[in-house]
């Protein structure tokens, strides 16, 4: 009896399985973009994928693993994105829902998507070194958020990132969920940095000195090409409540500082929540999918921002 008892226990725990296995597979958790290491750069993307993500958006990586059409590369491009996780656009956008994609469509423009999740500046600016991308005559639009000053040259492990396909959706599903609690831990939003005293530790003042000196370096060597280098800085939603609530919070003060050291160093800076009419101000939420990722509305009121600022 207690041998049939477990053999009862043991089949129904497989039928679960199953069924869990099969229920992720149909929203898509066994398609999930693979990573590869770099000492130079931390990580990227393995490059010429192409599937339809969990949120049957097309994600499409070049040969080098850069977010555009596979036929634009270096020699036919003159407009670069960089960035992290807000610029490279996730899951919840296709390709052609991305603000470069938008952007680089109206000027009628070939373009390269340099950009991946966690990414920080050093992760970026060693990614254009080590492939040498300086091109002659062409603009540069890095989007960052704060936390992108903080995170220093960041490597695949600290983010639990896929270095290959799994065969089972539910270990995808659950190195994913791993994934989102360690991104969690080493996220802070703009009104927590009070709180949150890894922001204020010596370490962390060191690695935002590094990046801005890392930014000022990369500014030189493109004004010495006659190129042009625009910093975007991408407000989290946390930082829009604070404005409509006209609550003065800590975190805005350290995000002031940072924008100014940018100015006071020369780097063409546009700060996007300046641009938000009040419209946009009141139906913030549409515009983002959590804290600091984007929606598609989100994509397309950057894309209506960044191109008429620059390019109208």
Not at 28 to 42: A, E, V
Not at 194 to 211: A, L
Request: glycine fraction near 4%; charge should be positive; charged fraction near 25%.
């Amino acid at each position: 009896m207690k041998k049939k008892n477990l053999i009862i226990i043991l089949v129904s725990i497989l039928i679960s399985l199953i069924s869990v296995e099969v229920t992720l597979r149909f929203f898509g958790f066994n398609k999930l973009t693979i990573y590869y290491s770099s000492n130079y750069y931390g990580y990227y993307h393995e490059p010429n994928q192409k599937f339809l993500s969990r949120f049957n958006k097309l994600i499409s990586l070049d040969n080098l693993g850069n977010r555009n059409p596979t036929n634009f590369n270096f020699n036919n491009s003159d407009l670069f994105f960089l960035g992290d996780s807000v610029t490279y656009g996730g899951s919840v956008v296709s390709n052609e829902e991305t603000f470069a994609y938008l952007i680089a469509n109206k000027l009628g423009k070939n373009y390269l998507n340099i950009s991946a999740n966690g990414w920080g500046i050093p992760n970026m600016i060693n990614f254009i070194d080590f492939h040498n991308i300086y091109k002659k005559n062409s603009d540069y639009i890095l989007t960052c958020i704060v936390d992108c000053f903080t995170r220093n040259l960041r490597k695949s492990e600290q983010n639990l990132f896929f270095k290959k396909k799994d065969k089972f959706a539910l270990v995808s599903f659950f190195k994913l969920s791993l994934f989102k609690l360690n991104e969690k831990n080493y996220s802070a939003s703009e009104d927590g940095y009070e709180q949150n005293k890894k922001f204020i530790k010596k370490d962390n003042e060191t690695t935002i000195k590094y990046s801005i000196e890392q930014l000022v370096l990369l500014n030189e060597k493109l004004k010495d090409i006659n190129s042009r280098l625009i910093f975007v800085y991408s407000p989290n939603s946390d930082y829009i409540k604070s404005v409509l609530s006209k609550k003065d919070i800590q975190g805005n003060k350290n995000r002031t500082q940072l924008l100014n050291q940018i100015q006071l160093n020369n780097i063409e800076l546009i700060d996007i929540s300046k641009h938000f009419d009040q419209k946009t101000m009141n139906n913030f939420g549409r515009f983002y999918t959590d804290a600091v990722h984007l929606s598609k509305e989100g994509h397309y009121l950057y894309y209506e921002i960044i191109s008429k600022l620059l390019y109208d």
